[in-house]
């Protein structure tokens, strides 16, 4: 078996003998007239017609048998077969075609179409063009890209060579086409918002830091559109949404990365009680319209989206299923339960608020779902507003999917005396050594002193994409992060 640089040099010296018949193995241009799946719909006409059409792909096979070649070339929308017989062409053309042409490349082809014998779609090529000489081979079709590694960082073949990776990116566009198409319908404005931000806030987590040279300062990516979204309901725009890039300097798991996209809309005189009702009819609208179904296996759960979501009380819940009462429970108590039930966390600027959620986390992924989560501590949620008949409580739901968190909405806090107070808790936690709480923004503070009507919000990320296709999310990221190459 030839080595790859013997390849590579092989198809080098193909393009030599392209060049020294005067001809650019890379054209600019195709003549091409339809696309092949635009074809596939006119043939019957077009054979009729014995009409002579231009297409274009890549070659993906090759079959020779002396004076005829069988080919077969892919154009991104279907694949079609062409013939080549060296008595209806040119003699240069088709000993040209035998010298130069490999699977990879792609080439521009000429002639009438018609049925063959076998009953299949062809094209009698009466000439051709090379349009971008491959210099290195496709992996094989049958076992592609095997190692992940590989696979991730060569994506592009990953999704040549296997069609459920392209399925699978075909999907991701959809769900976000259903996403926008959903709000859109309900007159949803859709904005877009800074990414470099002088104070990171929105959600908890640990920002990236990087440098503006032209205004000399250290400037945050974004970890949430969040503050800058409601200070579009301080502007006056009763609904607006946001599709975007987020990033958080955290670790990476099945569930988490670095920088990914998210939506978040943000309705104003609704609450969360609204909120729930509008997201359980966009998640079923979702399932039905990218996946034709609402029934899913996820991580060994059965979930079937047109079942009744339930309610999750976030007290009575951990209790239920640890015993621990968190309105009352110390650290040394909460971190002991979590001893004794074997979880492992990150004791660094651990605290009261990061035990309880760990506890939390613990006892969700028991939970199949689909339901919400309610009736959270005020402690636990800096930019919620609290429940007007237990104000130790605030109005916030989350997704509950499979043991895990998809979305977080909630009644937004538009009390801007309330909200100082909580992002001045927020900075006391930072300087306790917890660098996922959030920042003090004071212009968003200020924003709310011009007054914020009621509003709800929401937000969840491609992890929902990556649950309803049962995979970790870096597998349904088209590009992933990879490392260099050492």
């Given at each position: 078996?030839?080595?790859?640089d013997?390849i590579?040099?092989?198809r080098l010296r193909k393009?030599d ?5 005067g001809?650019?193995p890379y054209?600019?241009k195709?003549?091409?007239d339809?696309?092949?799946?635009e074809?596939?719909?006119?043939f019957d006409q077009?054979e009729k017609?014995a009409t002579?059409v231009h297409?274009?792909g890549?070659v993906?096979?090759?079959?020779g048998?002396?004076a005829?070649?069988f080919?077969?070339f892919n154009?991104g929308?279907?694949?079609?077969q062409?013939?080549l ?7 240069a053309?088709?000993d040209?075609?035998q010298?130069?042409v490999d699977?990879g490349d ?5 002639g009438p179409v018609?049925?063959?014998?076998r009953g299949e779609?062809?094209?009698k090529v009466?000439?051709?063009?090379m349009?971008?000489k491959?210099?290195r ?13 590989e ?8 999704i040549?060579t296997?069609p459920e990776v392209r ?6 566009s959809?769900f ?10 309900r ?6 918002t800074p ?6 806030g929105g959600a908890e987590?640990?920002p990236?830091?990087?440098?503006h040279?032209?205004l000399?300062l250290?400037?945050?990516l974004?970890i ?10 301080v502007?006056?725009?009763p609904k607006v949404f ?12 099945a569930?988490?990365?670095q ?6 809309f943000?309705w ?6 609204m909120g729930?009702s509008?997201?359980e009819?966009?998640?079923?609208e ?18 079937d989206l047109?079942?009744?979501?339930e309610r999750y009380?976030?007290v009575e819940t951990?209790?239920?299923?640890t015993?621990i009462d968190?309105g009352?429970?110390?650290l ?6 979590l001893g ?18 760990t506890?939390?986390k613990y006892?969700?992924?028991q ?6 989560l309610?009736?959270v501590p005020?402690m636990m949620e ?7 008949d237990d104000?130790?409580?605030v109005e ?11 979305g977080k909405?909630f ?8 909200q100082?107070?909580?992002f001045a808790d927020q900075?006391?936690l ?12 004071q212009?968003?503070?200020e924003?709310?002193?011009y007054g914020?009507?009621p509003t709800c919000?929401?937000g969840v990320s491609?992890r ?8 970790p999310?870096?597998?349904t990221q ?9």
């Amino acid at each position: 078996m030839a080595s790859l640089d013997e390849i590579r040099q092989e198809r080098l010296r193909k393009i030599d003998i392209l060049k020294e018949q005067g001809l650019d193995p890379y054209l600019a241009k195709t003549e091409r007239d339809f696309s092949v799946s635009e074809l596939l719909v006119k043939f019957d006409q077009l054979e009729k017609e014995a009409t002579t059409v231009h297409l274009a792909g890549r070659v993906i096979s090759l079959r020779g048998q002396g004076a005829i070649v069988f080919f077969n070339f892919n154009d991104g929308s279907a694949s079609f077969q062409g013939l080549l017989k060296k008595d209806e062409i040119t003699e240069a053309d088709f000993d040209l075609f035998q010298s130069t042409v490999d699977i990879g490349d792609f080439i521009e082809v000429a002639g009438p179409v018609f049925t063959s014998n076998r009953g299949e779609k062809t094209l009698k090529v009466a000439s051709w063009k090379m349009l971008a000489k491959s210099l290195r081979p496709l992996p094989e079709k049958w076992h592609g890209l095997v190692d992940e590694e590989e696979r991730f960082r060569r994506r592009y073949l990953d999704i040549l060579t296997n069609p459920e990776v392209r399925e699978m990116v075909e999907k991701r566009s959809k769900f976000w086409q259903i996403m926008r198409e959903f709000l859109l319908a309900r007159n949803f404005l859709e904005v877009d918002t800074p990414i470099l931000e002088n104070t990171a806030g929105g959600a908890e987590a640990k920002p990236f830091i990087t440098h503006h040279n032209a205004l000399d300062l250290d400037v945050y990516l974004r970890i949430s559109p969040e503050l800058w979204l409601k200070r579009l309901m301080v502007a006056g725009l009763p609904k607006v949404f946001e599709i975007g890039r987020v990033f958080r300097n955290e670790g990476m798991d099945a569930e988490h990365l670095q920088d990914y996209m998210h939506i978040e809309f943000y309705w104003a005189y609704a609450d969360y009680e609204m909120g729930m009702s509008l997201i359980e009819e966009l998640y079923k609208e979702i399932a039905e319209k990218v996946f034709g179904t609402t029934q899913f296996n996820i991580k060994g759960f059965e979930i079937d989206l047109n079942k009744k979501w339930e309610r999750y009380d976030y007290v009575e819940t951990i209790k239920a299923k640890t015993g621990i009462d968190i309105g009352s429970a110390s650290l040394e108590e909460i971190e002991a339960k979590l001893g004794e039930l074997g979880v492992e966390y990150d004791k660094k600027g651990f605290n009261l608020n990061r035990a309880i959620d760990t506890l939390w986390k613990y006892c969700r992924k028991q939970i199949a779902g689909p339901g919400f989560l309610v009736n959270v501590p005020v402690m636990m949620e800096p930019l919620a507003k609290r429940r007007a008949d237990d104000p130790d409580f605030v109005e916030r739901f989350q997704v509950i999917l499979a043991g895990s968190e998809l979305g977080k909405g909630f009644s937004e806090l538009n009390d801007p005396i309330d909200q100082a107070g909580r992002f001045a808790d927020q900075t006391k936690l930072r300087e306790a050594g917890d660098d996922e709480a959030q920042m003090f923004d004071q212009d968003f503070v200020e924003a709310l002193e011009y007054g914020m009507p009621p509003t709800c919000g929401f937000g969840v990320s491609e992890r929902l994409f990556s649950f309803l296709m049962d995979k970790p999310v870096r597998e349904t990221q088209i590009f992933p992060l990879m490392r260099p190459r050492e």
